[in-house]
């Protein structure tokens, strides 16, 4: 199952390997379909893919360390 979200990253995260981890643990597959990073904010719009289950584990893993996690519409799925 494929899932795309957009990721608004606080500035204490923006230098932090948060994909990567998130990814490793739950054994999902992200694909970066866009971002913008500044010094202050950082916007991603992130294709993850993997079992049901394992998406919607990293996405609340991603909530809880701060951060925003919105659907983007359009979802892909298989």
Same mark, same amino acid.
């Given at each position: 199952? $494929?899932?795309?979200? $957009?990721?608004?990253? /606080?500035?204490?995260?923006? %230098?932090? /390997?948060?994909?990567?981890?998130?990814? %490793? %643990?739950?054994?999902?597959? /992200?694909?970066?379909?866009?971002?913008?990073?500044?010094?202050?904010?950082?916007?991603?719009?992130?294709?993850?893919?993997?079992?049901?289950?394992?998406? &919607?584990?990293?996405?609340?893993?991603?909530?809880?360390?701060?951060? &925003?996690?919105?659907?983007?519409?359009?979802?892909?799925?298989?």
């Amino acid at each position: 199952m $494929k899932q795309r979200v $957009k990721l608004i990253f /606080p500035q204490s995260l923006i %230098k932090e /390997p948060v994909i990567f981890n998130m990814a %490793k %643990k739950h054994n999902v597959m /992200p694909n970066i379909r866009r971002a913008r990073v500044t010094e202050s904010i950082g916007e991603m719009v992130l294709e993850i893919d993997g079992e049901a289950a394992a998406l &919607d584990a990293a996405i609340e893993e991603m909530r809880n360390q701060g951060v &925003d996690v919105e659907p983007v519409e359009g979802d892909v799925l298989e």
